[in-house]
């Protein structure tokens, strides 16, 4: 049985959502799956001024539980068109794993969201890409197997670089049901490579 980590950074909940529905789909593809968060880096005050979802009930994770699993599926919101500074402060803490090789070969994906349909979901997943592949990852995104992203009787995230949602400026859209559809698939496709790997 594979071990995958889905691995997440969310502000206002919109990304936990996603990351529990890309766990479903992983243990829907016959894995072990364990749910962890970046710490926060924004002070107390300033995250509960700004309305920040802070009770989350994934635990923190730490750059050495990367190496305890066959898949890691990361999860960000789009800041400026590139991943969120609390997930990138996290990656740039695997330097040690970098130079030791401990990543190589394991099965990589990336989930997103963004305010609005041309936030920067692409960019952001295909520039997180590029640090998987640093890191020696087998990158896996969202195939057009998965054909809710093709869909255009409704506003919908999604793209063959890793499934996505839309929150609306205000964060008061929740992840659709065709995105929480993507991630599911996103995670159980993941967890099935990485099986074939282990095997």
């Avoid at 070969?105 to 952001?124: D, I, L, R």
């Avoid at 640090?131 to 009787?153: A, E, I, K, N, T």
């Avoid at 929480?180 to 993941?190: P, S, T």
Wanted: negative net charge; proline residues 4%.
């Amino acid at each position: 049985m594979a071990k995958v980590l889905v691995l997440y950074y969310s502000s206002y909940g919109h990304i936990e959502q996603m990351a529990q529905a890309v766990a479903e789909g992983a243990r829907n593809g016959g894995a072990d799956v364990d749910i962890l968060r970046v710490p926060e880096l924004v002070p107390t005050e300033v995250a509960q001024s700004s309305g920040y979802k802070l009770e989350q009930s994934a635990p923190i994770a730490k750059p050495d539980d990367l190496t305890q699993y066959d898949a890691v599926v990361f999860g960000t919101p789009t800041r400026f068109g590139m991943m969120a500074s609390q997930m990138k402060n996290f990656l740039d803490q695997c330097g040690a794993l970098w130079a030791n090789g401990d990543l190589v070969g394991k099965v990589g994906g990336v989930f997103t969201s963004t305010a609005v349909q041309h936030g920067g979901q692409e960019s952001t997943l295909l520039n997180f890409h590029t640090v998987l592949l640093h890191l020696g990852f087998v990158v896996v995104g969202l195939p057009y197997s998965f054909q809710g992203q093709m869909r255009m009787d409704e506003i919908t995230g999604g793209s063959p670089y890793g499934a996505s949602t839309l929150a609306n400026g205000d964060g008061s859209r929740q992840p659709s049901e065709n995105e929480l559809d993507g991630a599911r698939f996103q995670g159980e496709h993941i967890a099935k490579i990485a099986k074939k790997l282990v095997a």
